[in-house]
């Protein structure tokens, strides 16, 4: 897991022989599940090429989210903190996808580079204050980046339960400034910015009445 590796393919005819092979790299990251690609296509190009297009495997892929864009602002103590950052999505939101969709990605935005450690996180069944059971922990420091969205596709798809709410997180340690962005709110209620911050869960606007922000948190089903 985590090996990158080189695949080439090759088309090999009669006359005049091995086409040119097309290498690309890859890296290796397990996962439970491999399901075909949908709606694979073939058009044969000057008489001897042939070009292949597909959809992404599993059917179609949505976005959920609370927030409006990275606003150019961060939040943090200045100083090292550990801290939680989570938009929760209820059976309301997720209504639609109960019965055979799965939260395959979780996207952030961060706003600065101060930090040790980024994980993403996902939790189910959860409630108000509560974040549930934490069912997928990642590490991924080495990939997280600032001023833009990091995207992160699951090593394992979660599988949305009917009735259960789930809430994506990511887990930063920072090491001075706000490395956490938010859009320009308001904050969706009890849903777009919870922060487990000093043992216990809040969300940012009682924390600070001033803080009316959602996380920059992308979830794809």
């Not at 100083?79 to 996808?97: G, H, K, P, Q, S």
């Not at 699951?154 to 259960?164: F, R, W």
């Not at 859009?183 to 209620?189: E, I, S, T």
């Not at 487990?196 to 996380?215: K, R």
């Amino acid at each position: 897991s985590g090996t990158t590796y080189t695949a080439g393919v090759s088309a090999v005819y009669d006359d005049p022989g091995e086409s040119e092979t097309i290498e690309v790299p890859f890296t290796y990251s397990p996962v439970n599940t491999f399901l075909p690609p949908n709606n694979v296509e073939a058009e044969v190009v000057d008489y001897n090429s042939v070009h292949l297009t597909w959809e992404l495997p599993g059917g179609a892929s949505e976005e959920i989210l609370y927030h409006s864009g990275y606003d150019n602002n961060g939040i943090g103590t200045g100083a090292a903190v550990d801290f939680i950052c989570a938009a929760r999505f209820t059976a309301d939101e997720l209504a639609d996808y109960y019965g055979g969709w799965s939260i395959t990605g979780v996207n952030v935005f961060l706003h600065s580079a101060d930090f040790s450690y980024v994980g993403i996180q996902v939790y189910e069944g959860g409630s108000v204050g509560n974040p549930g059971t934490l069912v997928y922990d990642q590490d991924i420091t080495a990939s997280a980046v600032a001023g833009a969205f990091t995207n992160h596709l699951l090593t394992t798809p979660v599988p949305l339960v009917a009735g259960n709410e789930y809430w994506l997180a990511y887990d930063i340690s920072a090491t001075g400034d706000h490395p956490a962005a938010v859009d320009a709110g308001p904050m969706v209620a009890n849903k777009g910015a919870w922060m487990y911050f000093s043992g216990s869960w809040s969300t940012l606007i009682q924390l600070g009445a001033t803080l009316n922000y959602n996380w920059v948190i992308t979830g794809v089903v």
